[in-house]
Nanobody, 123 residues
């Protein structure tokens, strides 16, 4: 089992960059696939990007491809989401998620979730 806590959100301007951090507690975090999702007001939670346990497989939503990058440091039980060229459409609560081994792109694919961190991009 793993517990996830996100941080790093905030208010930024359009075009800015921001890095989100997801800190995990629990055993054997290196065995988990990890992902970032986001949810804006009135919308369903949507997939952003994911990386499997071995760091050999990633998936990224078209809406953020080329702007957002996921990375992980298992020795520190940490996952990052580097976001660049932010736009107001990126405004959302961002969630970290985890599941054993592989990755998926659906909410139901993941067993563990953080509480989320708010990212607001002003125009």
């Amino acid at each position: 089992q793993v517990q996830l806590v996100e941080s790093g959100g905030g208010l930024v301007q359009s075009g800015d960059s921001l890095r989100l951090v997801c800190e995990a507690s629990g055993d054997n975090f290196g065995a988990y696939g990890v992902a970032w999702f986001r949810q804006s007001d009135g919308k369903e939670r949507e997939f952003v990007t994911a990386m499997d346990w071995s760091e050999t497989q990633t998936a990224t939503a078209d809406s953020v491809k080329g702007r957002f990058t996921i990375s992980r440091k298992d020795a520190q039980n940490t996952v990052y989401l580097q976001m660049s060229t932010l736009t107001p459409e990126d405004t959302a609560v961002y969630f970290c998620a985890a599941r054993i081994a592989n990755i998926g792109t659906k909410v139901e694919d993941y067993d563990y979730w953080g509480q989320g961190t708010q990212v607001t991009v002003s125009s």
